[in-house]
């Protein structure tokens, strides 16, 4: 058995794919990384411990632990940028050996109540990543119904967005909705609840935070900032969690299979 590194014994959130992120990077020895999504620092952690020179980027405020525990660990060789890796080439001035993007939330953020992620655990209904800007419960409570009903659809997948947002805008207009099971007891209730299937809020709470934190806009200016920013015969690492923030990497790495664009890299509208 391999040893273990301080990566995968130290940080709250272990990063999926983190071998095979390392693996898609190399040679790390001497290279100069970004990492775009910071988050507990797993990724850097190990970027770090394999010998690479790391700057990290993130524009959640929360990630300050972490941060100090990897600058003491590393004092020459990791540099942190607060920030969004939608401008990471703005960030960081010099070209780089590589960049990787983990998209989506974390099981970091998702243990924090406050922060209004899950809809397992009471809390406000916020999931500001950077605590700025208009919270879920903004969306929810002053959307028109049509436009919750597609922002449910088109973020979330969810095929019963129309009963939800319905549902959604009759509460709302007897009390708001503030908090995350507030929203979720009212979705259960709306749409019901087969045993052995996903929560019934698990995609609207996925489509509000998308919308919340412009999710899609991000990934997609992020991957074009990557391109802008590597080094001739630089690597880009990007995990994805869901179908729509694969396709829109699928569609940048592969432009030729999703149809006509702007340009050979453009991903298309989903």
């Given at each position: 058995?391999g040893?273990t590194?301080a990566s995968e014994?130290?940080?709250?959130h272990?990063?999926?794919l983190?071998?095979e992120v390392l693996?898609?990077?190399q040679p790390?020895?001497?290279a100069?990384i ?6 507990a620092g797993g990724?850097?952690?190990a ?5 690479a ?9 929360s990630v300050a632990?972490h ?9 020459k ?5 607060a920030?969004?890796?939608a ?5 960081v001035t010099?070209p780089?050996?590589?960049v ?18 899950s809809?397992?655990?009471?809390g406000?209904?916020?999931m500001?990543?950077?605590g700025e800007g208009d919270s ?6 002053t ?6 009903a597609?922002l449910?659809f088109?973020y979330?997948?969810e095929r019963?967005?129309?009963r939800?947002?319905?549902a959604?805008v009759?509460a709302?207009?007897i009390?708001?909705?503030?908090t995350?099971?507030?929203l ?7 749409i ?9 809020a ?6 509000l935070?998308?919308?919340?934190n412009?999710e899609f806009?991000?990934?997609v ?7 802008r920013l ?7 690492a990007?995990v994805?969690?869901?179908?729509l923030?694969?396709r829109i990497?699928k569609?940048?790495f592969e ?12 991903p298309?509208?989903v």
């Amino acid at each position: 058995m391999g040893k273990t590194l301080a990566s995968e014994q130290s940080s709250p959130h272990v990063p999926v794919l983190l071998a095979e992120v390392l693996a898609a990077l190399q040679p790390l020895s001497g290279a100069r990384i970004v990492d775009g999504t910071f988050g507990a620092g797993g990724y850097s952690r190990a970027l770090l411990e394999a010998g690479a020179s790391v700057i990290a980027i993130d524009r959640d405020p929360s990630v300050a632990p972490h941060v100090e525990r990897l600058s003491a660990d590393f004092p020459k060789t990791f540099e942190f940028i607060a920030g969004e890796f939608a401008a990471l080439d703005q960030l960081v001035t010099q070209p780089v050996d590589g960049v990787v993007l983990d998209i989506g939330v974390s099981s970091m953020q998702l243990d924090e109540a406050d922060r209004g992620f899950s809809f397992m655990r009471e809390g406000p209904l916020d999931m500001r990543m950077s605590g700025e800007g208009d919270s879920a419960a903004d969306l929810v409570n002053t959307l028109e119904e049509a436009e919750l009903a597609n922002l449910l659809f088109a973020y979330g997948e969810e095929r019963k967005s129309r009963r939800i947002a319905h549902a959604v805008v009759a509460a709302r207009g007897i009390e708001p909705i503030t908090t995350t099971t507030q929203l979720a007891r009212l979705i259960e209730k709306t749409i019901g609840r087969k045993p052995g299937d996903n929560h019934p809020a698990t995609r609207s709470f996925q489509a509000l935070r998308i919308a919340v934190n412009a999710e899609f806009d991000q990934l997609v200016e992020g991957l074009f900032a990557s391109e802008r920013l590597l080094d001739e015969g630089g690597r880009l690492a990007v995990v994805t969690f869901h179908s729509l923030e694969d396709r829109i990497a699928k569609r940048f790495f592969e432009p030729e299979k999703g149809g006509p664009a702007q340009s050979r890299h453009l991903p298309q509208t989903v």
